[in-house]
């Protein structure tokens, strides 16, 4: 994950918002949810998003204080164990388990839950490709992909930095993006990068002067 602006930027950025920043929208192609939820947790309330998130206070106060939503969360929420050639036959028995990500789900359901979906920018600010791809985790699954150094190059930063709003189509709804009713890039980071791919955006100077030379030494 490399920053796209200076810190100056990027602090003046959040901590001029009102709002939290956390991506969150109907989760209505995984079956992630599990039926046993409900009561506690409704279908309708149930969300998916990024884990890069930024929370203005009240709203971390409310994750610190939730003894309620986690605790479900901890029971019917669980990642499948990855593939493992030596269980041989008993992966197929693994692989039938429900599959969860606790960190794609929790925040952005217990917020939808507080009924504080209103007081947050609903996007993340971390620009990611993703891909159907297979992994030692899954079989196929939506992975994010990663750039190396000969795609990393100025004009693809540039197009990422004039991105303006980014469009949910679960939910038909279309972010602009802005920070305190000011419109403003949407993405103040990116990912992934390789190794090389990183020392070029900084050599590029991407967000400010740097030699990357005095890290190689």
């Excluded at 599990?34 to 149930?46: A, E, F, G, L, Q």
């Excluded at 000011?182 to 070029?200: D, E, I, N, Q, Y």
Aim: proline share 6%.
């Amino acid at each position: 994950c490399v920053p796209l602006y200076n810190f100056s930027y990027i602090y003046s950025y959040l901590m001029a918002s009102p709002r939290s920043f956390v991506d969150s929208f109907l989760d209505v192609k995984e079956g992630r949810y599990h039926p046993k939820m409900s009561p506690v947790i409704p279908k309708d309330k149930w969300r998916k998003g990024s884990q890069w998130i930024a929370l203005i206070r009240s709203h971390a106060e409310v994750i610190v204080d939730d003894v309620v939503i986690l605790p479900v969360f901890k029971k019917l929420c669980k990642r499948r164990p990855p593939l493992d050639a030596s269980k041989g036959k008993l992966n197929v028995k693994l692989q039938k388990q429900h599959n969860c990500i606790p960190d794609e789900h929790y925040v952005q359901t217990l917020l939808s839950m507080s009924g504080l979906e209103g007081e947050l920018e609903r996007r993340t600010v971390t620009y990611t490709v993703w891909n159907q791809s297979a992994t030692k985790m899954e079989n196929k699954g939506w992975h994010p992909m990663t750039f190396s150094y000969a795609n990393a190059s100025p004009r693809k930063i540039k197009e990422i930095k004039g991105i303006n709003h980014i469009d949910y189509e679960t939910e038909y709804r279309t972010e602009w993006c802005r920070t305190n009713s000011t419109f403003v890039p949407c993405f103040l980071f990116a990912r992934k990068f390789s190794r090389g791919a990183a020392m070029r955006l900084l050599s590029d100077g991407v967000a400010g002067p740097f030699d990357a030379s005095s890290i190689l030494a």
